[in-house]
């Protein structure tokens, strides 16, 4: 039984030999270092000595967490956007009788398309969405009661009904978008697991969060590699009915961090020299 360090790279679990990793460290500041590769994010000061820091979602072709967080900040501005839109394109068929094409179905707009596939990274972000889930049922609900109303010659409370809809379920969605974008910045936090080459050279990889550390039968380990084929660093798959980790080889790893620096003009050593060159100048 190996003990293994289990983290997560946009909500999929890695594990690699605890024996490997120095140290874990909240992401703080990062030093900025010259290079072509992708996975090179810069240097961290670690103990007083500046370590190369690589990306792991780059590693295995991942995009970044930062760029995938403002893309996301994006989108669901987006989404805030359209049903603003959408009570607006229905005020207008009350009041003109114009045909209403918008979405009734919650799940077929594209914020519901999104809600129900997306994949919360942690409890407090499930939590925050699954207040989204009344008010917005509650506000693609309101087409068939209005448009019913204004059809039969209520327009009067058809309008009043989406006035209030406005001031309050929109209103409170609106505050929902507002918060969870809110939140999506704020609470991005990033961990750095700072590991040894066999050489003696330190340096770190940037990984989304830690669950744990657990004890692994190694003899259950999965050979496959399916999904993986263009990530090398990734050795074997551990599944089974509830999870499934993908084992992460250190030896790999190391490979292709120094592939990665030399392919940008930097050896891992001259990597971890720039790094540190650049913390001495910024101090």
């Known amino acids: 039984m190996a003990k293994v360090l289990i983290f997560r790279s946009r909500n999929k679990l890695?594990?690699?030999?605890?024996?490997?990793?120095?140290?874990?460290?909240?992401?703080?500041?990062?030093?900025?270092?010259p290079a072509e590769s992708r996975s090179l994010r810069g240097g961290i000061t670690v103990r007083g000595t500046v370590?190369?820091?690589?990306?792991?979602?780059?590693?295995?072709?991942?995009?970044?967490?930062?760029?995938?967080?403002?893309?996301?900040?994006?989108?669901?501005?987006?989404?805030?956007?359209?049903?603003?839109?959408?009570?607006?394109?229905?005020?207008?068929?009350?009041?003109?009788?114009?045909?209403?094409?918008?979405?009734?179905?919650?799940?077929?707009?594209?914020f519901g398309q999104w809600f129900y596939a997306y994949q919360p990274a942690d409890e407090a972000q499930r939590r925050s969405?699954?207040?989204?889930?009344?008010?917005?049922?509650?506000?693609?609900?309101?087409?068939?009661?209005?448009?019913?109303?204004?059809?039969?010659?209520?327009?009067?409370?058809?309008?009043?009904?989406?006035?209030?809809?406005?001031n309050t379920t929109l209103a409170l969605l609106l505050r929902l978008f507002k918060e969870f974008k809110k939140s999506l910045v704020d609470d991005m936090r990033e961990l750095a697991l700072v590991l040894k080459t066999g050489a003696g050279h330190r340096y770190a990889v940037v990984v989304d969060g830690?669950?744990?550390?657990?004890?692994?039968?190694?003899?259950?380990?999965?050979?496959s590699k399916d999904g993986f084929e263009s990530a090398p660093i990734v050795?074997?798959?551990?599944?089974?009915d509830v999870e499934t980790i993908l084992e992460v080889?250190?030896?790999?790893?190391?490979?292709?961090?120094?592939?990665?620096?030399?392919?940008?003009?930097?050896?891992?050593?001259?990597?971890?020299?720039?790094a540190q060159s650049a913390a001495t100048s910024a101090a």
Do not use: Y
């Not at 970044?64 to 989404?79: A, F, H, P, W, Y």
């Not at 209005?146 to 058809?158: I, P, S």
């Not at 050795?235 to 089974?240: E, L, N, T």
């Open 14 to 33: 890695f594990g690699m030999p605890v024996s490997s990793v120095e140290e874990v460290l909240w992401l703080d500041a990062v030093s900025e270092v």
């Open 51 to 110: 370590l190369p820091l690589h990306d792991f979602r780059c590693l295995i072709g991942e995009p970044n967490l930062r760029v995938e967080r403002d893309e996301l900040v994006t989108s669901l501005s987006q989404r805030e956007a359209e049903h603003i839109a959408w009570l607006d394109a229905l005020e207008a068929s009350v009041k003109d009788g114009t045909p209403f094409r918008k979405p009734l179905d919650p799940t077929q707009c594209a």
């Open 129 to 166: 969405l699954a207040r989204f889930e009344a008010p917005h049922r509650e506000i693609h609900a309101l087409a068939d009661k209005v448009l019913t109303k204004a059809r039969g010659g209520d327009v009067e409370q058809a309008m009043a009904d989406v006035d209030s809809a406005r």
């Open 210 to 223: 830690v669950d744990n550390i657990r004890s692994l039968n190694t003899e259950d380990l999965n050979p």
């Open 235 to 240: 050795s074997r798959i551990w599944s089974s």
């Open 249 to 274: 080889d250190v030896d790999r790893l190391e490979q292709w961090v120094d592939a990665q620096s030399i392919a940008g003009g930097k050896t891992a050593a001259a990597s971890e020299q720039s």
